[in-house]
């Protein structure tokens, strides 16, 4: 075991991935000689050298196009995208090919590559590298989409997605990436994609949270307990596609109260799925209208009003506790 | 049947005109007159001394990270004075002294590396895009541009910067596509600073240069020196003039270095080797051309003195204003959404409202 933050967890997938199978392959823009901007690619160049951990030019729709390729030609790549931000140069390449193979061969075809982005606000940066957008590939259908919220699990799926016969969309919150360090076993291991997590046990209420939004609903949590007596559940999604229903489901049946939390805008996001699920499988087990703390539907700003924007702990424990009091 | 060659005419021009010791090719000289001459002269101090602040303001957390343009000054401060006022001006994220050019006010480069939306309002009278930070993406707007131009007659030009890993994007090649085939009054200038963050020049294209992309979309490119303020200037205006007249696009590769870091995110030593830096450093176009005015009796110590002082009380006086402009109402992320504020986003609005109020967030809700 060692005491890993998520960048070195991460760092140990693709290490474990790219020792235990020649297929896998690593490409993106900088992943090489500068180990990527955030330093998830450290060593593995030196490691496995350049036909395995390459350098691209700049441009997404190549690379994950020509990840494509590679994936049908029998390689298993892991694609980089710099930002999240960056990938709607690519995205053309996702709707239109990664997430429709396997259907339009009928089988014939499978594209078992996988997406890694960084996602999410919280570390000041400039325009486009803030936003969370897992909601547009959770609705495109023939994709997987895989967050971790730590660093065991992000290593875990991570492995998983790489392994897993179909695209795996995997985005990785960096205001994680160094902010806390978890134990990490030394063998490899794996974590079920489309699996959720009961990450606290509650009776009182249950939050459906993942990626960075579990540490403030953590907080919240504690917050709750402490101040309240409030005792919170609390599922971390882990997948947002395929989603566990069954999960939340059994959660909100016990608890009979709801609120769910995402950075990502409001409408259309992946809390408005969560609800839905949730009316359709536990109506009759509320308690309460389930609450969404969600970014805005606006333009994630800039960082000077980030701090401002983003979610945060005392505003998921005000929506508890307007669910509570209903 | 026939399996035979086509020909075709390729041409790549190359031009330096002041070398690097500031030695001058007399033919070649534009002989600009002294304001012009001192003008960009004092457009690339002032964007030196700006990097300079700026980098020393985000290792003190006073502005976020930082894309620095320190050796480039060149490509962009000689090339940005053929414009026009009906020109339009396209920008990258490296062109800060452009920017001030056209009119811009130096502090709106801190207020958008300050993390401030409102670095990214063009002033009153200005029709210049802001900063692009999606690589390459600002090349469509500019060909649109150019073909706006050439829809309504008129007789201007749009200059467009983009790097040299811009270029392998496929924004850039859809963009030169269109403007050659509708002869589109469009410069894109290329500043090559032989670095798209760790990757070398050579491994973004195979291509001995990235002017010749050119010819692929039927036009010309030039490579020229683009720490050479002189050549910039020539090979910008050659354009400009062409565009105007209805002479269509052109490709000007500037062959420059980014001395500095990337981005005050970047750690350079991993892939560049310190001789390259320094080898680089010598061709700094400050230095060189500061030495070719004065020869041409345009620059002497005192103006040089001057000029400094002159650059450093207004970036001085940029900062002053953008620290007195820091404050920021955090609902404004509202304000500009739509032209009129639908309902639901109202309701966000002002639940927003009710969440800042609880925390005793004030109006100076700023991150900092
Ligand atoms: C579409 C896109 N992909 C990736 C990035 C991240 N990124 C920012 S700058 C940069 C390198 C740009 O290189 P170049 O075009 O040569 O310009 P330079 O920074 O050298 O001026 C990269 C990859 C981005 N901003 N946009």
Redesign the pocket.
């Known amino acids: 075991m060692a005491q890993l933050t998520m960048v070195a967890a991460l760092n140990k997938a693709l290490d474990d991935a790219l020792r235990a199978d020649e297929s896998v392959v690593l490409l993106g823009?900088?992943i090489g000689v500068d180990e990527g901007?955030f330093r998830v690619t450290a060593d593995l160049l030196k490691r496995y050298g350049e036909k395995r951990v390459i350098d691209t030019p700049?441009a997404?729709g190549a690379i994950v196009g020509g990840a494509i390729g590679m994936a049908l030609y029998g390689l298993k790549p892991v694609a980089e995208?710099?930002?999240s931000?960056?990938a709607y140069?690519a995205y053309h390449q996702v709707e239109q090919h990664v997430s429709r193979f396997r259907n339009r061969t009928r089988g014939r075809f499978g594209v078992p590559l996988v997406v890694r982005m960084p996602y999410g606000g919280g570390i000041r940066a400039v325009e486009?590298h803030s936003e969370s957008r897992e909601a547009i590939y959770a609705h495109t259908p023939g994709l997987k989409m895989v967050i971790p919220s730590g660093p065991r699990n992000a290593r875990a799926l991570l492995l998983a997605s790489i392994f897993d016969p179909d695209p795996v969309i995997f985005f990785e919150p960096k205001q994680v990436y160094r902010s806390f360090r978890e134990e990490v076993p030394d063998e490899p291991e794996q974590m079920p994609i489309g699996k959720a997590q009961v990450v606290r046990e509650g009776t009182d209420i249950t939050l459906v949270s993942y990626g960075a939004m579990m540490r403030p609903t953590l907080e919240a949590a504690e917050d709750l307990a402490e101040q309240d007596r409030v005792s919170a559940e609390i599922v971390d999604l882990l997948s947002v596609a395929p989603l566990d229903t069954e999960t939340i489901v059994h959660s909100v049946r016990k608890t009979g109260r709801a609120v769910v939390i995402h950075e990502g805008p409001r409408r259309c996001g992946i809390g408005a799925e969560v609800v839905a699920r949730i009316v359709e499988k536990a109506l009759l087990h509320l308690e309460a209208p389930i609450r969404r703390l969600t970014g805005y539907d606006t333009q994630f700003p800039y960082f000077a009003r980030e701090r401002a924007f983003l979610p945060n702990a005392d505003r998921i424990a005000h929506a508890a506790r307007e669910v509570l009091a209903f | 049947m026939p399996r035979k060659r086509i020909e075709i005419k390729p041409k790549v021009e190359y031009l330096s005109i002041l070398d690097g010791d500031g030695n001058v090719d007399e033919a070649l000289d534009p002989r600009l007159d002294a304001d012009r001459s001192l003008h960009i002269y004092r457009l690339m101090v002032i964007a030196r001394r700006l990097d300079e602040r700026c980098i020393n303001m985000q290792r003190q957390g006073r502005i976020g990270t930082y894309?620095p343009c320190r050796g480039?000054e060149a490509a962009h401060c000689a090339s940005v004075v053929v414009l026009e006022q009906a020109d339009w001006l396209v920008q990258?994220?490296?062109e800060p002294g452009a920017a001030y050019h056209r009119g811009w006010p130096l502090e709106t480069v801190l207020r958008f590396w300050g993390g401030y939306e409102e670095g990214c309002r063009p002033p009153d009278g200005v029709n210049d895009l802001p900063i692009a930070?999606?690589?390459?993406?600002q090349v469509p707007h500019a060909m649109g541009i150019a073909w706006g131009m050439v829809t309504k007659n008129d007789p201007h030009c749009v200059l467009c910067y983009?790097?040299?890993?811009?270029?392998s994007?496929g924004d850039f090649h859809e963009s030169l596509n269109f403007a050659g085939v509708y002869n589109l009054p469009l410069i894109t200038l290329i500043?090559?600073?032989?670095?798209?963050?760790s990757?070398p020049r050579e491994k973004?294209t195979a291509s001995e240069t990235i002017a010749q992309k050119a010819l692929a979309y039927g036009f010309d490119g030039i490579q020229v020196d683009g720490n050479d303020p002189l050549a910039v200037y020539v090979a910008t205006k050659e354009a400009a003039d062409r565009a105007r007249s209805g002479g269509g696009p052109s490709l000007i590769e500037a062959v420059t270095y980014?001395l500095s870091v990337?981005?005050t995110a970047d750690d350079p030593k991993k892939y560049r080797t310190d001789e390259e830096v320094a080898r680089w450093e010598k061709l700094d176009p400050i230095p060189r051309y500061e030495k070719y005015l004065r020869t041409r009796g345009i620059l002497d110590d005192k103006l040089v003195a001057e000029v400094e002082e002159d650059a450093l009380r207004d970036v001085a006086a940029a900062v002053d204003r953008f620290e007195a402009s820091r404050e920021v109402d955090p609902l404004d992320c509202f304000k500009y959404m739509y032209a009129e504020l639908p309902p639901e986003l109202a309701e966000q609005r002002e639940e927003f409202r009710q969440a800042l109020e609880r925390e005793g967030y004030g109006k100076s809700a700023g991150g900092h």
């Open positions: 823009q900088d901007v700049l997404e995208m710099q930002f931000g960056f140069q486009h | 894309g480039q990258a994220f490296r930070v999606p690589i390459a993406s983009c790097g040299d890993g811009g270029t994007e500043q090559n600073n032989q670095w798209a963050i990757i973004q980014r990337h981005t």
